[in-house]
């Protein structure tokens, strides 16, 4: 399971990261404006959105695309 994966932006990444890094660069309300679900909207917290991340997957990889097109160096 320790395969590398040099072209994977998120390898090595948790998903508690992702969130806590988008939501420190962006906020609860502008997350809630790039990608419109309710765990970022109604009473948000990192906690119950990864609850809710892991069991959606369709959300969970919005929320990995707009990290990856975030932070991931362009080149």
Known sequence: MSQEQPNNPLHGITLEQVVTRLVEHYGWEALAEQIN??????DPSV???????RKT???RDKV??????TFAPQG
Do not use: D, Q
């Not at 679900?37 to 109604?42: E, G």
């Not at 906690?47 to 991340?53: C, I, N, R, V, Y």
């Not at 990995?64 to 097109?69: F, H």
């Open 64 to 69: 990995e695309a707009l990290y990856v097109s």
């Open 37 to 42: 679900i309710n765990c970022f909207k109604k």
């Open 57 to 59: 997957p369709w959300a």
């Open 47 to 53: 906690k119950s959105s990864l609850k809710f991340l």
